[in-house]
Structures are given as C-alpha cells and as structure tokens.
C-alpha cells in the first residue's frame, strides 16, 4: 500500500484549487467517486487530506477529537470576522466560552421561544399576498435574523436595522467565495473584495455595539419587556446570551474582544444555516408535490389550521424529515476542516501534523454507499426502520462530537415551525424553468434570486 493516499495531480503553485474555485461541488463528487476514502490533493498550499468514510469522521469528530483542532491555515479573514467567537476559538478559551453560552441554549429555555418564533412567521406572513412572487432566500433570512437577535440579543430590531444587516451580509458571503488568487493574496492590498468585506465588517460590528448599548440602557439584568425573547420569568435573570455576556463582563470575566467575537459569531452563524435549509426546503417541495401533499396532510391533521405551539412539534414528523432530507442533499454547511495536533494514521494512511482534514457533508451525504437513490428527495428515508442500519456519521449537517453546533436545538425548532407555520397557508411554487446552480462560501449559497410563487392554500 502507497503511503500516501491517491487523488488528482495539480498544478505548481495552485495544486487543485482552481478545479475546486470553479465548482467545489462538482470538484468533491468527481474526486470522491474517483478516489475512494482518503484522497490527497493540494488547495494552493494547503496539504489536504478529504475523507469520505463515516468511520473515519467519527474519529476525527468524536472519538479521538482531542487529536484534532480547528484550523489554523484558514483565511486571516475568517479571523476577523468570527475572532475567538465558539467557531473558532479553541483549548481552554473554548471550553470557557462554551460553558458561559451553554444557559442560552438549554432545551427548557429554547421551548419558551416557539410563541415568539410563530409570532415573527405570522408577521412575515401578513406582508404575503397570493399570487405574489417572492425571493424566498431574503424573507427566510430576514426571519432567521429577527429570530436569532430576539432569542439571543433579547432585541427587537426594526425594519431598517434588519435591512442594513442583509445588505451587508453578501459582500461578507463573497470575501469568502474559493479563489487561488485571493488566497495568495495578503488581506491589506486595497482589492474591491477587501474593501467591501472591510466596510460591511465595520458596519455590523457598529450594529451590535449599538445593541449592546441599548441593552445596557434597558437594565439587562433585570427582566426586559419580551420575557419570552429573555427566556426568563418575572424577577428571575434573563438568560439569552447578550445577558449572559454582560453580566461576565461585569464581573471581570469577558473583555470587549469577548463580547464583540461572540455577538458576531450569534448573529451571522445564528440565522444563515436555518434559512437556508428551509430555502432549499421549499425548492424540494416545490418540485416534489407527492411530499408537499404529504406534508400538507400531516399539518391539517395535527394542527387543522392553528398555529403550531411547541408541544405539536413532536408530533410533526414528516415535517422533521422534509427538513433533514433538504440538509442531506443541500447541507448549508457543506465542507468542515480539521487540523492533526500530531501524525494521525486514517483509512490505513498517515496524515501529517499540521495538514488540512476536508470533511465534505455534500459528498458524504450524496454517497452512493450510504444512501438508496442519493439524488432522489424522499423523506420517508427518514423513517426509524430505514435510518436503523445507517452509519451515524453519513449524515452530519451540524458537525459532531465536542464542537457540535450549540444552536442544533434552536435551528432544529425554528425550522419545524417556520415550516408548519408557512405550509398551512401558502404553496410556494419555484418560478424559474431551469434549476438554480450554487456558488460557495462559508456556507453554500444558491446562485441566483429562489424566486417563488404564492398560492394560498384553499
């Protein structure tokens, strides 16, 4: 056996990043299909080692994470964004961090939300009119983002404070777009990428300073005026997570990096995956009526037409796997990166310290050797006697292990519900002839506007 894994032969300099920049999703389907488990290639100048197996997932994730940290190779930029936030921070500054947010997550705290979760989707519904074609990507994210800022800043931000938020939010998505040249380029040459990424940056951290002001002037320690958004009963600390902040740093305990690095990793990670998923959601079902029909049926017998609460959500099932069947074939997050603390042995090759480990949700979720049909959208593959035999890690849209999204049980909620909310009034028809391609960031984007009809439901 080779001591080192098989994959495609690039180019000096560049490796196989322009293959990947071009597409990186045709470009980790055709390699995997060619390559088998560990495959080997260059991204520039990242030595990079993708796996394509379940078990060898699960090693790096979970039972021997301690051997593996997040990446240090990847782009300074991401750095300034997220800072020390829980994305990206790691050893003890993590396991503090993690600690202090675990309160704004609790699954008792996240059940008290769903009031406020329906009540936003009913908003958004009001300005909806059958007939109508919307862009389903924009008012899913401006939902998620009203959603995320209500349940973990306890804020109510306006319509022109959302709008900013959005608008900024795509020059950030493009800086980080794959591109060997910017990659290879220094993050202070003055490129129009740079500077657009530099200014949305300062406009959003500008945006949660005046939040965090704003909730100092409120009393945070007290209970505020949405104790759902607080997540607390009168007399009682409120427990979302600027609270939460403000009280450590009080105490000596967070610094304004702290508070800044945390705030921006809520805001842009608390909204973006959710809203995609349901984005994708609703294109599937657009194209899949036997399943909308379906979803229609379980939502008029469960709720027959009232709004759905947190204790339907158990009952919900087909409504839960239109939403784990779309983060299987359209997983927001679609590649994750490890990196050895020392030489590590994987599907029988070694991989250096200090490399970079691909883990690609899109390749592993669409594997033929996992999944029945991959391509095809089926819901019921979701259904306990047909996951039974399933490795656990051919599906992983919100990582695993120790660093596995804080935010599973929230996103997981939100959907269930927006989803229910939205279907017992609306089909939503795709508007477009041909389907939509995607494009690649941090997350993974459609291309163009999902634009979608309205038709409300009879």
Known sequence: MSSTPPGPKGVPVFGASRQYARDPFTFLTAVADAYGDVIHFDLGPLDTYMLTNPADIERVLVSDASKFRKPQFQDRAIGDLLGEGLLMSEGATWQKQRQLAQPAFDVRRISTMAGMMTDRTERMLSGWHNGDVIDVQLEMTRLTVEIIVDAMFGADL??????IIQ???EPLGTRFEPDPIRFLTPDWVPTRENREYRE????????IWDIVEERRGS?????????VSAGASAGEQPMDLLSILLRAYDA????DENLRDELMTMLLAGHDTTALTLTYAWYLLSQHP???????????DVLGGRTPTYEDVRQLEYTERVLNESMRLYPPVYVMFREPKVDVRLGGYRVPEGSAIMLPQWVVHRSERWWDDPLEFDPDRWSPERMKDRPSFAYFPFGGGPRHCIGKHLSLLEGRLILGTVAQQYELDYSRDEPFSLRGSLTMHP????????????
């Not at 009393?219 to 104790?227: D, N, R």
């Not at 000596?252 to 610094?255: D, I, N, V």
């Not at 036997?290 to 008029?300: G, I, M, Q, S």
């Open 158 to 163: 306006d319509a022109e404070r959302i709008r």
């Open 167 to 169: 608008e900024n939010l």
């Open 200 to 207: 949305s940056l300062s406009v959003l951290e500008d945006l």
């Open 219 to 227: 009393e945070y320690g007290q209970t505020p005026a949405s104790s």
């Open 252 to 255: 000596g305990e967070q610094t």
């Open 290 to 300: 036997e399943a909308e029909a379906k979803l229609h049926r379980e939502l008029d």
């Open 447 to 458: 291309r163009e506007p999902m634009g979608m009809r309205l038709h409300a439901r009879k």
